[in-house]
């Protein structure tokens, strides 16, 4: 069986010019570095090998490098300028000129390797790359290493509740109305998120929750992101897991053989066993701490241990935010938000694992990447039909800019770290902890 596990962990190619007048960058006027801004840098080590054999590079062999590294764009048939003429509410008038004066992504060498097979997508509550490790959660730790492995991975802080991350991670958008924000997409076509472009693909779908069906109102807002049917207490997931409030191993081992044999199938899972406060006098901590303690000995106090043991189950899970205790979970001072919001996506799939049919792709993307950037990149894998003008994140198998937003209007990129609120700008090196 193949399949994908898209879990966000939350606190909570190439680009090509057209010959033209820069044609002559192929031949006598080749310099390496103007030559890699203008054509990419695979053109460029391709011209320059060429030239340790040859000085001159003919207009058919030009023909077949352009041919060879021209990929369709990520478009949809939307005529946004006639949209615009038409529009006479001059907000939306102005939104649709925007879009249309966008550039769409292109698709890669990596477009639709996921195609076809099934999804496992989890929204981990209140977790941090920090619990992730070969002596204490080898499942995790193998998942992240092995599959597409994100070094400088940011979930960002949005405030307000588990909610605001939740709608991040299913819709990749900013919250900006709190806890409001997700039901707020009730009734709207949500177009582009995973689970209905899954649905109109003819995927079997359903998502699950295992603490009270209502809260937060997700039995309004869960089946309309693309989901057949969603479960949590109260409507049927007590039934199928043989308990009211089935920690995060017992959801997922128990709703497995509900869709197992209905494949391609795409499962969505809020799980909440990491979910604050960490007490002592608790099943998690009576099962796992002595094996944490073993790990960690006396490295962390003693609520960061809990945090770990609450953690586990979500480790169990895969297997078959408190503030106050994460400077000492880090080991490091939090100076910064990219400090605080440094963590950790895992997108794997066993054709990823060495010996597989994809074992020559990159498997490590070490530019910024955050929750904003899932979306592109999973429609991208998946090989959907999608317009990246109406995406706010990146494609990260792109060449394209890197950047991550606060919703502070404080950013990262490459190059450092500009603080809104102090007004300083880091440089990469001083930026992180």
């Known amino acids: 069986m193949n399949f994908i596990l898209s879990l966000c962990l939350f606190m909570a190619t190439i680009l090509f010019a057209s010959i033209g007048s820069n044609s002559g960058r192929y031949k006598s006027q080749f310099e390496f570095n103007t030559a890699t801004e203008t054509f990419g840098l695979l053109t460029s080590m391709h011209l320059n090998g060429h030239r340790d054999v040859s000085l001159v590079v003919d207009s058919q062999q030009i023909e077949e490098i352009k041919e060879e590294k021209e990929y369709d764009k990520n478009i949809c048939d939307i005529d946004f300028n006639e949209l615009a003429q038409n529009e006479t509410n001059d907000p939306y008038k102005q939104m649709n000129e925007y879009i249309a004066s966008l550039a769409p992504s292109s698709q890669n060498d990596y477009t639709g390797i996921f195609k076809g097979k099934n999804l496992i997508m989890i929204c981990a509550e209140a977790f941090s790359d920090a619990v992730i490790s070969k002596e204490l959660t080898a499942s995790l730790y193998c998942l992240f290493r092995k599959g597409f492995y994100f070094s400088d991975y940011y979930q960002l802080t949005w405030g307000g509740s588990t909610s605001t991350g939740e709608f991040s991670f299913l819709f990749r958008l900013v919250p900006t109305n709190g806890i409001q924000t997700i039901l707020d997409t009730a009734a709207n076509n949500n177009y582009f998120t995973v689970g209905n472009q899954m649905q109109r693909l003819g995927y079997y779908t359903k998502a699950y929750h295992n603490r009270n069906y209502d809260f937060y109102d997700r039995n309004l807002t869960h089946e309309n992101l693309g989901y057949n049917k969603y479960l949590g207490t109260g409507n049927g997931l007590e039934t199928i897991a043989g308990i009211e409030y089935p920690n995060d191993e017992t959801m997922i081992s128990t709703t497995l053989d509900t869709y197992i044999d209905s494949q391609p199938f795409s499962i969505y899972y809020m799980t909440v066993s990491g979910h604050s406060g960490y007490y002592p006098n608790t099943a998690f901590v009576s099962e796992h701490l002595d ?125 450092g770290y500009y603080s809104n609120s102090t007004g300083e700008f880091l440089p990469m090196k001083e930026s992180s902890g």
Do not use: A
């Open 291 to 415: 094996k944490v303690l073993e790990v960690t000995g006396n490295k962390y106090q003693g609520v960061t241990n809990y945090y770990l043991c609450y953690q586990m189950e979500l480790e169990e899970g895969v297997y078959g935010n408190t503030v106050n205790y994460v400077e000492d979970l880090y080991g490091h001072t939090i100076m910064t938000q990219p400090d605080q919001d440094h963590n950790s996506l895992i997108i794997w799939s066993g054709c990823l694992e060495k010996g597989k049919q994809y074992e020559d792709l990159q498997c490590e993307i070490d530019t910024p990447v955050y929750s904003l950037d899932d979306l592109p990149t999973l429609s991208n894998l998946f090989g959907f039909k999608y317009d990246s003008r109406l995406l706010v994140g990146r494609d990260v198998f792109l060449n394209q800019t890197p950047f991550v937003v606060w919703n502070n209007y404080s950013w990262l990129s490459e190059k």
